[in-house]
């Protein structure tokens, strides 16, 4: 898979490891930085990850700040996009299955890197259900179009 990887100055070492992490399970990552430990605001880097998710330049994306909350609610403002902020795998596999997520965000200060990579490996194996979720996902594009008019 294609996956976009952003994040804030607070990440930037633990992001190398997730980066690190796809590399060697055969994904092809592309980086949106920040790569400088100089203090960055968190929305610009989840919209650049999020933009290119909505064009299709990636498959997926992969957003990390100092809680994956605001770099989380940044991807979420971008049209098309479910975003879903996970401490744990349960949710990172349930909003692949149900919600039909197209970005991940966890937060450096909160979830060890161990247990981020578990919580990758189910989210990107896990499988949209489609059926009785779809008429859900249809209502999220709902509330998108009444935004913009
Ligand atoms: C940066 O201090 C911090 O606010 C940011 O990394 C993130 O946790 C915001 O949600």
Redesign the pocket.
Known sequence: MKIGIGN????VEYKSIVRGYLESKGHEVVNFGTDSLERAN?PEYGEAVANAVVSGEVDRGIVI???????GIAANKVNGIRCCTCSEPYSALLSRQHNNSNMLSF?A?VVGIELAKMIVDVWLDGEYEDGRHQVRIDMLRDIEARQRR
Do not use: L
């Open positions: 804030d100055h607070v990440a968190y700040c100092g809680t994956g909350v605001g770099i937060g200060r």
